[in-house]
């Protein structure tokens, strides 16, 4: 069995720790944290807003990709007969197409 001084000693230093992981957990806002769980409606702003940028970030690394694949494919395979003709009908076409968009478009 311990002595009393002994246990009182362990409980001292028990406190110490707890007191620290207290003083950790006022640092990273717990009390914030709570409520930002307790508003349904700020949680669902939040990822929202995340999805939304996640969301962009993809469509415009894909449109970069794309593009990228798209003019390397046209190159490289641009000399080949059957496959050539077929990429440049639609270089054709996608220049068409920004054309038509440019004079529809109303310029500032």
Do not use: C
Not at 14 to 31: A, G, H, N, T, Y
Not at 98 to 104: C, G, H
Request: hydrophobic share 45%; net charge positive; glycine share 6%.
């Amino acid at each position: 069995m311990q002595e009393p001084s002994a246990i009182v000693r362990k409980t001292e230093r028990e406190v110490k720790k707890m007191d620290k992981i207290l003083e950790k957990l006022k640092r990273v806002e717990l009390q914030e944290f709570t409520n930002y769980l307790h508003s349904p409606w700020r949680i669902f702003w939040a990822n929202f807003m995340a999805g939304t940028a996640r969301g962009l970030g993809f469509l415009i690394g894909a449109t970069l990709i794309i593009t990228v694949l798209g003019l390397l494919v046209t190159k490289i395979l641009g000399n080949i007969p059957l496959v050539g003709e077929f990429f440049q009908a639609i270089n054709h076409w996608i220049q068409e197409t920004v054309k038509e968009t440019k004079t529809l478009t109303p310029s500032s």
